[in-house]
């Protein structure tokens, strides 16, 4: 006959490997929705725009960051959502980077913009990526699972150690 601990032990173990391999099938998920990296010269005054490539659907989160090398730098990006709507605008001068993160509203190819407002040429490396909202909810429940594998483990361990220690006092009173 199994003892109780020996049950939620092995029902821990299960929980923490399907946790395992779901935040496995996350990580793919995000690396298979292609991020998009550019290290560019953006020439003064001019306008730079970096083009998602894959396709957007509303409700994912896009990211991106703008990050600058010159301390003279003076711009202003902003992603340009498939109807032409500006949307999380940043603006940075000198050194640093400006990052945002929105949900997208509406479905369809976004753009990044940079706005080279300064009278020098700069350099900037321009990062755009999403992660869908499958990917965020597969997070979300395989740490909850994690967790949850990782409480139910404690519990059998504590389990253990009463139950040994139960046995030993009845052997005792023998």
Do not use: C, H
Not at 31 to 55: E, F, M, R, W
Not at 125 to 154: E, M, N, P, Q
């Amino acid at each position: 006959m199994l003892r109780d601990y020996k049950k939620i032990a092995r029902l821990s173990y299960i929980l923490i490997v399907v946790a395992v391999v779901l935040l496995a099938l996350s990580v793919v998920l995000i690396v298979s929705d292609s991020p998009q990296s550019s290290g560019v010269s953006i020439p003064a005054g001019s306008i730079y725009s970096l083009k998602y490539n894959t396709t957007v659907n509303q409700g994912d989160y896009l990211f991106y960051s703008v990050v600058a090398n010159n301390s003279k730098a003076n711009f202003t990006a902003y992603l340009l959502a498939p109807t032409g709507l500006e949307i999380a605008m940043g603006n940075l001068s000198g050194n640093g980077s400006v990052k945002k993160d929105i949900v997208a509203g509406e479905s369809g190819n976004w753009t990044l913009i940079v706005k080279n407002n300064a009278n020098l040429n700069i350099f900037a490396k321009l990062s755009i990526y999403k992660i869908s909202y499958i990917a965020t909810y597969t997070i979300v429940f395989g740490l909850t699972l994690f967790a949850s594998g990782f409480i139910l483990l404690l519990v059998s361990v504590n389990l253990r150690k009463r139950e040994n220690s139960f046995s030993r006092r009845q052997r005792d009173l023998e």
